[in-house]
């Protein structure tokens, strides 16, 4: 049974950063895609950023620059390294692992960035 558990979401100031973390458990880790996804109140959910198996990163506009996503396969876990936080980067932040045609999800963490 694949399960992903998110941490490090909380309350942080505006130009404040956090470290969000997926722990990966019950596949292989390294084969597959990671992403992070978030989802603001009243909003439709969001791709953020993803990381291919070999490393490849892609990031959604609105965090380039400012966000980073990485992988550690020995530890089955994905970070997302958030910088120079702004108010409407305030929402739950989930993890997804895509593997054989199928998509596993975390049940995400909550920033709320103050301003």
């Known amino acids: 049974q694949v399960q992903l558990v998110e941490s490090g979401g909380g309350l942080v100031q505006a130009g404040g950063s956090l470290r969000l973390s997926c722990a990966v458990s019950?596949?292989?880790?390294?084969?597959?895609?990671m992403a992070w996804h978030r989802q603001a109140p009243g909003k439709q959910r969001e791709l953020v950023a993803v990381?291919?198996?070999?490393?490849?990163?892609n990031y959604a506009d609105a965090v380039k620059g400012r966000f980073t996503i990485s992988r550690d396969n020995a530890k089955n876990a994905v970070y997302l390294e958030m910088n120079s936080l702004k108010p409407e980067d305030t929402a739950v932040y989930s993890c997804?692992?895509?593997?054989?045609?199928?998509?596993?999800w975390g049940k995400g963490t909550l920033v709320t960035v103050s301003s």
């Open positions: 997804r692992l895509s593997q054989r045609g199928v998509d596993y």
């Open positions: 990381i291919t198996s070999g490393g490849s990163t």
């Open positions: 019950g596949s292989m880790f390294n084969i597959g895609v």
